[in-house]
């Protein structure tokens, strides 16, 4: 099953940028193609926020983008704003269904 | 508008059995796997597993093959999510999602609201 670690816990400023990990444990890279980011915001349902790597849903704004090099996945929120204060997780699809799951989430303060 | 509009809140006895619903609307209902999350109190999202309303093949993650079943009704648009036997450790928030068009399994589109599941003598 997939290993995906992320950090408990960031920080921010308004106006600030952040940048949330997602490492997958494995060492096969050429697996860890397919990987999404979702916002939860407490007592709501998640909201996918990025997909395939880089791709941003119809309504996300520009200033979520995101990445991937080796083993490792990053989102990165600029021109942080109150509203994004919530927990964010990343998701990973690995090429099996034995390999497919969530990161254990980060939460993000807006100081 | 693509909406996902899941079963209410269930109170449960350990050993109970269960079968909740998430009824999809707003798009042709066959054309998109939905999936099952699990999130226990306090605790982050965890992957069930999915199903094709096409042809009701479900996948599993392993952590959840035998424990629950995955079905779907194509002609309701709705999908379920069902316990034969309940335990304690079931009490979560169990959230259905739409997988997005050509994902493979990580891009969930479209969410239900939740549905509270407490397991509890």
């Known amino acids: 099953q997939s290993a995906l670690t992320q950090p408990r816990s960031v920080s921010g400023s308004p106006g600030q940028s952040v940048t949330i990990s997602c490492t997958r444990s494995s060492s096969d890279v050429g697996g860890y193609n397919y990987v999404s980011w979702y916002q939860q915001h407490p007592g709501k349902a998640p909201k996918l926020m990025i997909y395939d790597v880089n791709r941003r849903p119809s309504g996300v704004p520009d200033r979520f983008s995101a990445s991937k090099s080796g083993n490792t996945a990053s989102l990165t929120i600029s021109g942080l704003q109150a509203e994004d204060e919530a927990d964010y997780y990343c998701?990973?699809?690995?090429?099996?269904?034995?390999?497919?799951?969530f990161g254990g989430g980060t939460k993000l303060t807006v100081l | 508008e693509v909406q996902l509009v899941q079963s209410g809140a269930e109170v449960k006895k350990p050993g109970e059995s269960l079968k909740i619903s998430c009824k999809g609307s707003g798009y042709t209902f066959s054309s998109c796997w939905v999936g099952w999350v699990r999130q226990m109190p306090g605790k982050g999202l965890e992957w069930m597993g999915i199903?094709?309303?096409?042809?009701?093949?479900?996948r599993y993650s392993p952590s959840f093959q035998g424990q629950v079943t995955i079905s779907v009704d194509k002609s309701l648009s709705t999908a379920y999510l069902q316990w034969n036997s309940l335990k304690a450790s079931d009490t979560a928030i169990y959230y259905c999602a739409r997988l997005l068009s050509g994902s493979w399994a990580d891009t969930f589109d479209f969410w239900g609201q939740g549905t509270t599941v407490t397991v509890s003598s």
């Open positions: 199903v094709n309303p096409g042809d009701s093949e479900a």
């Open positions: 998701c990973s699809y690995a090429g099996r269904y034995t390999d497919v799951g």
